[in-house]
């Protein structure tokens, strides 16, 4: 069974190396924290950082903060120490960098797997998040979600000057367009294995907020639910975007409504602000109403 996810609209990496800026990460409003234990620790913190996180994520966890950490990749030989630091019932995920292949997953279930039954935990109860960051990642995305239940969030990006950038060759812009077709396969690839909420991101542009506020519309367009975010300046308009309007959820609400009462009349199909709707239209507002209740707007 797929591990049950939450649906996050924001997920802020914060350095793990930094005990101050995750303590008060959570002030800023994101669904979800990413304690950083790669790009952004310095080779010679790695282990002072681990410490930190450790410690980071038994406070934050305790607070009700969605905690993933994000773990040296496997070539690096730091993953299970990272691992076995951190796995604890305050933790909601992995995120597990520049995953390759599904045998790279495969991995690392088994590496939880050990760690949770050491601490006495249920297995399976620590998700995993795998980034995809290389053309062979990309290309396998569909098996690399089907490698393990635990996978529950995953996406497709495309930032300026990155992993990813440099393994397919493309040429940056502000409109995403060289990207769209990478940000689309991930998409498909994910929701046909089953991930409820992908998250995609790829926004590094601190200033520019007009920008960011036009990734975020493409990718909720597009299908995603939310954002990878590095600044806490673009969790207010991540939140925003990803949040469905007034306007849409009066709109799902009079559609059951409609529905409601043309299924007293002995049928399902209704003429409904204009459009024809039917019961695959009811469905996907009670799904879409459900996830605003999640977040506690209704």
Not at 68 to 96: H, M, Q
Request: hydrophobic share 40%; charged share 25%.
């Amino acid at each position: 069974m797929r591990f049950t996810s939450k649906p996050l609209r924001s997920v802020m990496f914060v350095p793990g190396n930094r005990e101050d800026l995750m303590l008060k990460a959570p002030k800023y409003g994101a669904d979800a924290l990413i304690l950083d234990l790669e790009d952004s620790v310095p080779e010679n913190e790695k282990e002072s950082a681990r410490n930190l996180v450790k410690n980071a994520v038994e406070q934050l966890g305790s607070e009700g903060v969605t905690l993933f950490v994000r773990v040296n990749r496997l070539e690096t030989g730091l993953t299970g120490f990272d691992l076995e630091a951190v796995t604890s019932p305050k933790l909601y995920g992995i995120l597990l960098p520049k995953v390759e292949n599904p045998a790279d997953v495969t991995e690392v279930d088994t590496l939880l797997r050990f760690f949770e039954r050491k601490n006495h935990m249920e297995i399976g109860s620590i998700c995993i998040d795998p980034a995809l960051e290389t053309v062979h990642g990309i290309r396998q995305a569909y098996d690399i979600a089907m490698a393990s239940n635990r996978v529950a969030h995953m996406g497709g990006s495309g930032g300026k000057g990155g992993d990813t950038s440099r393994s397919i060759g493309y040429q940056w812009t502000p409109e995403g367009m060289e990207t769209l077709f990478v940000k689309s396969k991930v998409l498909v690839d994910s929701r046909s294995a089953g991930i409820e909420f992908p998250i995609s991101g790829g926004w590094f542009d601190i200033h520019d907020l007009d920008g960011l506020r036009g990734l975020a519309m493409q990718l909720r367009q597009l299908g995603y639910t939310g954002m990878h975010l590095i600044h806490p300046s673009h969790v207010p308009i991540v939140n925003e975007v990803f949040t469905p309007s007034k306007e849409e959820i009066s709109y799902w609400q009079g559609l059951l409504q409609a529905m409601d009462s043309q299924r007293g009349q002995g049928s399902a199909v209704v003429t409904y602000a204009g459009d024809m709707v039917d019961i695959a239209h009811e469905q996907t507002a009670r799904t879409m109403l459900e996830r605003v209740r999640q977040w506690g707007i209704i």
